[in-house]
């Protein structure tokens, strides 16, 4: 087995930006891939065209991120102008497409340690070129591609149920509410500011090390992302908590975003934490309404309850704003069987995630192996035996 430079079995073509007067949103010439912006799930998603184009893609070419977002990839379904903020990968007759592919996703992270730049780091054709490659013969080439395909086709599988259960829950929530923007069942209604005392979060002086030297979770806006607010990037103290403007959210409080585009975001605390500024949070009165009712509430009719930010650079709420919000009251004990109902879509969630998860440390740990020349053919298969 042969470590060749990827130039020797592949061709570049690095895009090149077409000029401004060739711009259209017509149709005209070809559409055009500017950047990784332009990359759908598995396609090209162009959202401009141009009349002039000096590099183009073919069908079953890789279209492969080089700039800002390097290493992220789609494959082309046909003509493409490629723009400075990609390149084409064209596998030549010893190397297998569907192999580059899945070794392109195993060297993402070689690819970009080698970029450069101030205000947007790239890379250029010899940072592509002369990554080193071990390439097997091509029949070995597209077993492991084809058992790498059949192994993320489950992982998609895995990941179209959890966001099929999404969907289900936030449906099981129209059928029994309606849509909390409109108060399509015209049911009763009761502003934030009703159910809970709200209050907003902190920041600690950076200049104090020991603030953020704790075991307390401190989280932004932009990691309310899930349900449930678990793990956080930054942890401060409790000296923080009793020393700055930082303060204590318990576990089960409602938390939600106040600023720019993370503006009504919104997680549940999993665990007693803290959080910046940026985050509005009310332990909800369980005497009144669901917390989890009150989240999806939220979550649902987000669009229309931002039409309360104000701002000329950047959009915000306030805590009078968060307060002022209203939503639909429907009687208490229908709150609890919608909770109860979100309670058993979850324990079928975490069952999903626990096999994603197992997948996808099987497909990393095979992976790994594979572009190290480490598996055989009865050796990969025996591997994935147990879930393809």
């Known amino acids: 087995m042969k470590s060749l ?19 259209n949103n017509d149709g005209n010439g070809w559409p055009l891939i500017a950047g990784a912006g332009d990359f759908g799930d598995t396609k090209p998603q162009a959202k401009k065209f141009t009349t002039e184009a000096s590099k183009l893609s073919r069908i079953g070419d890789i279209v492969l991120g080089i700039r800002a977002s390097i290493g992220e ?35 993402a992270s070689r690819l970009a340690l080698k970029a450069k730049g101030a205000t947007f780091k790239q890379v250029n054709r010899d940072d592509i070129g002369e990554l080193e490659i071990l390439l097997p013969p091509l029949p070995e080439q597209r077993r492991i591609a084809a058992v790498l395909d059949k192994a993320e086709a489950l992982r998609a599988l895995r990941r179209d149920a959890l966001a099929e259960l999404d969907a289900l829950t936030q449906a099981i929530f129209m059928e029994m509410f309606g849509d909390p923007a409109c108060n399509s069942k015209k049911l009763p209604k009761i502003s934030l ?60 409080a409602l938390m939600l975003g106040m600023y720019d585009t993370a503006a009504l975001k919104a997680s549940i605390s999993g665990v007693d934490c803290s959080c910046n500024q940026a985050i509005a949070f009310a332990t909800i009165n369980p005497e009144i309404a669901e917390t989890l009712f009150v989240y999806y509430s939220i979550i649902i009719g987000r669009e229309h309850f931002r039409r309360l930010q104000r701002g000329v650079r950047q959009k915000n709420l306030n805590l009078s704003m968060i307060r002022e919000i209203s939503i639909p009251k429907p009687p208490l004990p229908l709150q609890r069987e919608f909770a109860r109902r979100v309670a058993a879509v979850e324990k079928l969630k975490a069952s999903h995630r626990e096999s994603l998860a197992e997948l996808d440390a099987l497909f990393a740990a095979l992976q790994y192996r594979a572009f190290r020349g480490e598996l055989t053919f009865s050796g990969f298969d025996k591997a994935f035996g147990c879930v393809i």
């Not at 102008?81 to 192999?99: K, N, P, Q, W, Y």
């Not at 907003?200 to 950076?206: C, V």
């Not at 104090?208 to 449930?228: A, C, H, R, T, V």
């Open 5 to 23: 430079r990827l130039d020797e079995v592949c061709e570049i073509i690095m895009g090149q930006a077409p000029s401004g007067e060739a711009y």
């Open 73 to 107: 990839k789609v494959v082309a379904d046909g003509e493409y102008c490629l723009g400075r903020g990609v390149a084409g990968l064209r596998a030549r007759a010893s190397l297998e497409t569907r192999f580059l592919w899945h070794w392109l996703s195993h060297s």
């Open 193 to 252: 500011g009703e159910l809970g005392e709200w209050a907003s979060g902190g920041t600690p002086p950076r200049s104090q090390k020991e603030y953020f030297e704790g075991s307390i979770p401190w989280f932004s806006s932009g990691e309310l992302n899930d349900m449930f607010a678990l793990n956080s990037k930054e942890h401060i103290s409790q000296f923080a908590i009793r020393e700055t403007t930082a303060r204590a959210v318990p576990k089960n």
